[in-house]
């Protein structure tokens, strides 16, 4: 079975630690450090956001594929994986999150 293209992305990016900036964006944002990687996030994070707020179902599907594209090298660039997230959500599984808010509160 093909491998799923997320996670196909998330070893393209860990394969492009430490590669040439100048023939790699991803190796480019590595090189130039976490926090512009994570204002990179904050950026496409607003792009999406706002695509969403004007109805533009294409632009948001764009947008928020740049949004986890950045958010995967600043998850690998802090050494979190995607199984790292996958666990994360199973523990959440079943856990309403009205539930969840109100239990933080007690
Ligand atoms: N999924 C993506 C992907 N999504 C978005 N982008 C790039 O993200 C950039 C975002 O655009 P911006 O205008 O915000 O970036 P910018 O102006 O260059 O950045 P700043 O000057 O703002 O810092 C564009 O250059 C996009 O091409 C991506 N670049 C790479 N990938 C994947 O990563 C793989 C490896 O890419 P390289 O590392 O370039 O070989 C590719 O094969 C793709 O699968």
Same mark, same amino acid.
């Given at each position: 079975?093909?491998?799923? #293209?997320?996670?196909?992305?998330?070893? %393209?990016?860990? $394969? !492009?630690?430490?590669? @040439? #900036?100048? &023939?790699?964006? &991803?190796?480019?944002?590595?090189? /130039?450090?976490? !926090?512009?990687?994570?204002?990179?996030?904050?950026?496409?994070?607003?792009? &999406?956001?706002?695509?969403?707020?004007?109805?533009?179902?294409?632009?948001? +599907?764009?947008? $928020? %594929? @740049?949004?986890?594209?950045?958010?995967?090298?600043?998850?690998?660039?802090?050494?979190? &994986?995607? @199984? @790292?997230? !996958?666990?994360?959500?199973?523990? /959440?599984?079943? +856990?309403?999150?009205?539930?969840?808010? $109100?239990? /933080?509160? $007690?």
């Amino acid at each position: 079975m093909a491998q799923d #293209p997320i996670d196909q992305l998330e070893a %393209t990016i860990h $394969a !492009r630690k430490g590669a @040439d #900036p100048a &023939t790699s964006y &991803t190796a480019k944002l590595f090189a /130039r450090g976490r !926090r512009k990687i994570a204002q990179k996030v904050g950026e496409e994070a607003v792009e &999406t956001v706002i695509a969403a707020l004007v109805e533009d179902k294409a632009a948001l +599907v764009g947008e $928020a %594929t @740049d949004l986890v594209f950045h958010l995967l090298v600043l998850l690998a660039e802090c050494d979190v &994986t995607l @199984d @790292d997230i !996958r666990a994360e959500i199973a523990r /959440r599984e079943g +856990v309403s999150g009205i539930d969840e808010k $109100a239990a /933080r509160k $007690a």
